[in-house]
């Protein structure tokens, strides 16, 4: 796919057909406490908001980045309760801040985390019943299966453009990560995948926790 393709065409080449995303978090957040973890970038905690609209009881929005001014802004529009919390969602103190939630949505983070594993742990340590969990991910590769790429090369994917820089954190795209690597990890790290929306390039799936687990 070539990285000159516009911003937003690229996103949606890697989006189309999945489920859009207020809807599938209105049917799971009515009376029940809802996170959003990464929050902010370009959407000013949008996802947030729509699930205190959709009847959500106690909102937080996590990132490592600050609120924006159009989140203050729609905060003070709505006269929203929503609650917001600055940090990695790694850092220990910070997810004592965030706190556990019934419903955890995560978008968009897993591919720029360097351990996606612990990554899913942490997420797994403040979810109380459901994780909607949306990543970018790459095609199946024939013949093996639960395959990660490290640093995979811009153009694997529509929406990755500029390559690894180790100086740039959670910039980069650490991996690229196939739909069954992802469901494996997901088992790994105490989650039952009960419902799954698949494009060429983009995996959202409903996980339950395991309660054994
Ligand atoms: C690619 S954007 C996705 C934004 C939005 N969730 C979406 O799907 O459109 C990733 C967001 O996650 C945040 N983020 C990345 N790594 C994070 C971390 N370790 N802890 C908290 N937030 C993180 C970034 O600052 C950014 O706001």
């Known amino acids: 796919m070539p990285p000159s393709l516009p911003v937003r065409l690229r996103a949606r080449l890697s989006r189309a057909a ?3 995303r207020e809807e599938l978090i209105a049917r799971h957040v009515r009376g029940r406490s809802f996170a959003d973890v990464g929050c902010m970038w370009q959407i000013h905690g949008g996802i947030a908001f729509a699930a205190e609209a959709a009847g959500a009881v106690r909102v937080t929005g996590m990132d490592l980045m600050g609120q924006t001014p159009e989140y203050q802004a729609e905060h003070a529009r709505r006269g929203s309760a929503v609650r917001f919390v600055q940090g990695d969602l790694h ?4 997810l004592a801040q965030l706190g556990a939630h019934e419903v955890v949505w995560c978008s968009g983070v897993l591919y720029h985390a360097p351990h996606p594993l612990l990554t899913l742990e942490r997420l797994r340590s403040v979810t109380q019943k459901t994780l909607l969990l949306a990543t970018e991910t790459l095609p199946e590769r024939p013949l093996a299966r639960n395959v990660c790429v ?3 090369r811009p153009g694997t994917h529509p929406t990755h453009t500029e390559a ?3 100086a740039r954190g959670y910039v980069n795209w650490y991996w690229g990560i196939t739909p069954s690597a992802l469901r494996a990890m997901l088992a790994a790290t105490g989650f039952n995948i009960v419902e ?3 494009t060429a390039f983009h995996t959202t799936v409903v996980a339950l926790v395991n309660q054994t687990g």
């Open 18 to 20: 999945a489920p859009p």
């Open 91 to 94: 850092d220990e103190s910070a």
């Open 164 to 166: 690894f820089d180790p």
């Open 150 to 152: 490290f640093a995979p």
């Open 196 to 198: 799954e929306h698949r």
